[in-house]
């Protein structure tokens, strides 16, 4: 090819170049291209195509030029040169069915129904071969499939199919007319702007998507509707009614151009209030699980459960699966307002610590260990669905512990879960209503207030503490949220204490107005929320300034003695802060390089049959071998396994197509099979792993949870079964 294309003359390679070296097969390779969302996107992709296709006519000739401009002999063969026609031919097809249309109800012979219909037989013929192939096939027969996501397939899909290109048909045949010309202007006159290109994705955000853009844009359909009323009515009045129906029809292109363009908006469910209340009740009584179990006996990790009935009390085990678990679970509960920051990162700590010292293999933790003396229960094993969620769950909770470095120490949330407690507290006739709302009042502002914040956190902790009930657990709880938030003003924000004695400052001569306007700014940017990884830098900011206004006050006149004392009490307790705070967001930083290193060190390979191009189930310690059975469903929890080890370029991504994509058929909804059909099974990876509107999968979630009804509801039991 190096000689034999002139330079800026090709538009359309792809073809030409298949037809030059005689492109074979590529079966290693897979291309995607999306397609256009928009209308206008559409038909200037369409636009370009055909430029590009009638770019290539000197192609079809026995002689072409060369890179040298010699003209020779023409390399391409038939079967090419057959090609390169029958593109050019498929773009005249639109101007063509045009064209009798106008004819028909102008010059030519018989009624002009004919010919429109003829027309409308040529653009209908695909829409009469897939009917004849439905009676033939006996479809008709068959139930119709249904589905959850909204799809147009079948029939129906190329009915619409014709009923648009009728719509658009002046437009798309004014759309060609002007491709061809203008090419071949470029061609054979002008050779400039051959390779004007634009990319459907740029085209779509370039262009306008409003009504009045449409009937701009496609005012073609319109002139050339028209066109045909004048002819009809010069020259076959009888015709006219039929000439102003299709003026009717397609002076409405545009506007359905503009309806199927738009973009489909998501059906957003909004929750009762009361309903939101219950779910927010039973994420704290869950949370109530990991607070209490997560303890020093446990070696802060979860056990598996907790057996009420027959009391059997906790069972002193847990999974891979339970300990990613119960990390998230704590950034969860911090999620939801029902630990601080602080506490958070300290039950994260006590867990890592734990995992780091449990036996492990290639970095994988066993199947099953004893949560009281660490040991690992016999037999020994490293199962491969529990090493992927736990390395997932790590891999979240980095991510999490990020958040958490860029989110202020007092949010709204924080109140959301207070008041989910104390609503389970069901304390009659306590009233901390005015507390609460200055919570809010605190938490919700833009900026927030965090001297606010403090003295309503002492309110309502001195209403609760004093309140006397009968042994609860629920107001215990309420009293060990508000002492752990407590604790942390006192270890990051300990200045705010100072702000409650601030000094009369009225004294200050004006001529030192200046220090009247820092000590303004110091209150000011100290009592806004902020990032915790910015708060080192906003105290430091905060005691250069003390220290700037401490040397104001020594070189002027005057006894300025109860503010340099408050200053310096201030300074001393900004360092404090300070210094708390640093040390915080390193512990947070080496705790997210340890949660690194856990994952990093957790390798699927081993655990892979490149053979099978799946994974085992696991890997069999006593007996030093895998195991010979295999996750090979996609959908399983198996598949974030899968997903992760690719990522991490582990396994090769062929192996994802290996997953089997089974479907099986419950009241005509389709679906993918799972091993045993649980709940479980199928919405485990939908914990972390985005899911895609209008996929596979996404049919298959919608599709699980109404057999998981009907399931429940014929043996009358709830339905969700894990």
């Known amino acids: 090819l190096e000689k034999a294309i002139p330079e800026n003359t090709v538009l359309s390679h ?20 999306s397609y256009p969302s928009k209308f206008n996107s559409y038909a200037s992709r369409l636009h370009r195509w055909v430029r590009g296709d009638w770019q290539l006519l000197p192609w079809i000739f026995g002689t072409v030029c060369n890179r040298q401009g010699k003209r020779i002999k023409n390399p391409l063969n038939a079967l090419s040169r057959w090609k390169i026609i029958d593109n050019i031919r498929r773009s005249l097809v639109m101007p063509c069915l045009m064209l009798v249309i106008i004819l028909g109800f102008s010059i030519l012979p018989g009624s002009a129904l004919f010919w429109l219909g003829a027309s409308l037989f040529t653009l209908a013929f695909p829409l009469i071969a897939a009917g004849i192939d439905y009676v033939i096939k006996g479809s008709f027969m068959v139930g119709k499939i249904k589905h959850h996501i909204p799809v147009i397939s079948g029939i129906k899909a190329t009915f619409f199919q014709i009923v648009l290109m009728f719509l658009f048909l002046p437009y798309q045949a004014y759309l060609m007319i002007n491709a061809i010309i203008v090419t071949l202007l470029r061609v054979l006159v002008t050779r400039k702007g051959m390779l004007e290109w634009v990319t459907a994705a740029d085209v779509e955000r370039g262009s306008k998507n409003s009504l009045e853009s449409y009937y701009r844009k496609m005012k073609s359909s319109i002139i050339l509707a028209v066109i045909v009323v004048i002819l009809a009515f010069a020259l076959k009045p009888g015709e006219a009614g039929i000439s102003l129906f299709l003026l009717a029809v397609w002076s409405l ?9 738009k973009a489909t908006e998501e059906t957003v469910v909004t929750l009762h209030f009361n309903d939101i209340k219950e779910l927010r009740r039973i994420a704290r009584k869950t949370w109530r699980y990991f607070e209490e179990f997560v303890n020093f006996k446990n070696h802060f990790i979860v056990p598996d459960n907790y057996q009420e009935d027959p009391s059997r009390g906790i069972v002193y085990r847990t999974s891979p699966t339970n300990i990613g678990l119960g990390l998230l679970s704590t950034l969860a509960a911090r999620d939801f307002g ?20 449990m036996e492990k293999w290639n970095g994988h933790l066993l199947n099953w260990y004893d949560t009281r003396t660490l040991r690992p229960l016999k037999p020994r094993y490293v199962s491969t669905v529990d090493s992927g969620n736990f390395v ?30 104390l609503d389970l507290a069901s304390l009659e006739n306590l009233d901390v209503k005015e507390e609460l709302n200055l919570l809010h009042k605190a938490a919700g502002a833009e900026e927030g207030d965090l001297r606010l914040w403090s003295n309503a956190l002492n309110r309502f902790y001195e209403k609760i503490k004093a309140f006397s009930v009968r042994r609860s657990i629920w107001k215990a709880k309420v009293e060990k949220m508000t002492k752990m938030l407590k604790r942390e003003l006192d270890e990051f924000m300990s200045w705010i204490d100072v702000f409650n004695e601030v000094p009369d400052i009225s004294a200050i001569s004006p001529e030192k107005g200046q220090v ?73 930083n080496r705790l997210i390089k340890r949660v690194k290193q856990l994952s990093d060190a957790t390798e699927f390979s081993p655990l892979y049959s490149s053979k099978k191009q799946l994974f085992s189930i696991g890997y069999n310690i006593e007996e030093n071998r895998l195991t010979n059975s295999f996750y090979d469903l996609l ?15 582990e396994v090769p991504p062929k192996h994802w197509f290996k997953l089997g994509r089974s479907l099986t058929t419950i009241d005509r909804y ?3 099979v799972s091993w045993s059909g649980t709940m479980f099974e199928y919405l485990m990876p939908y914990l972390i ?31 969700g079964a894990s």
């Open 689 to 719: 792993m985005k899911n895609y509107k209008n996929t596979l999968l996404d049919e298959t979630y919608s599709f699980v949870i109404r057999s998981q009804k009907k399931y429940g509801k014929q043996r009358r039991i709830p339905w």
């Open 392 to 421: 997932c769950y790590l891999i979240t909770l980095i991510h999490g512990l990020n958040e958490y470095l860029e989110s202020p120490l007092v949010d709204i949330r924080l109140v959301n879960g207070i008041q989910d407690t």
């Open 635 to 649: 959908a399983s929890e198996a598949r974030q396994t899968s997903y992760i080890a690719i990522a991490r370029g």
């Open 253 to 261: 292109s545009p506007l359905v151009a503009f309806h199927i363009s």
């Open 516 to 588: 009247v306007q820092m000590l303004g700014k110091i209150g000011d940017d100290l009592n806004k929320r902020m990032p915790l990884r910015d708060m080192p830098e906003v105290y430091k900011n905060a005691i250069n300034s003390i220290n700037e206004a401490l040397d104001l006050l020594k070189s002027s006149s005057g006894d300025f003695g109860t503010v340099q004392s408050w200053l310096f009490s201030l300074k001393e307790r900004l360092e404090h802060s300070l210094l708390h705070t640093e040390n915080f967001i390193e512990r947070v």
């Open 670 to 672: 389709k679906g993918l």
């Open 338 to 357: 029902y630990i601080g920051t602080l506490e958070m990162v300290d039950i994260i700590c006590n867990s890592v610590s734990t995992v780091e010292k």
């Open 14 to 33: 792809d073809l030409l170049e298949g037809s030059y070296v005689r492109t074979g097969l590529a079966t290693d390779l897979e291309l995607i291209d």
